[in-house]
């Protein structure tokens, strides 16, 4: 539940409304919600490549730590 992804929505929506409510003018309010959902698609892009690029490094320490038999056996 408490993803990167459910904080990253959380502070937009908050953004969004304030931004609603302060941004009265329709031309103005749109370019701003634009602008908020384009933050919001780099956000997750960010969080994304950053598990990924995690995951793939925590996995590679993980078969030089503990190289499965199969691994070992080709090397021999």
Known sequence: ???PEFFI???Q???RTVTNRV???KT???VANT???AQTVFAKMLVNNTVTLCKYTADSFADQWFPSNNKADKSN
């Open 35 to 37: 602008f908020i959902d």
């Open 28 to 30: 103005l309010n749109k």
């Open 9 to 11: 929505d959380s502070l």
């Open 23 to 25: 941004i009265t003018d």
């Open 1 to 3: 539940m408490f993803t």
């Open 13 to 15: 929506d908050t953004k």
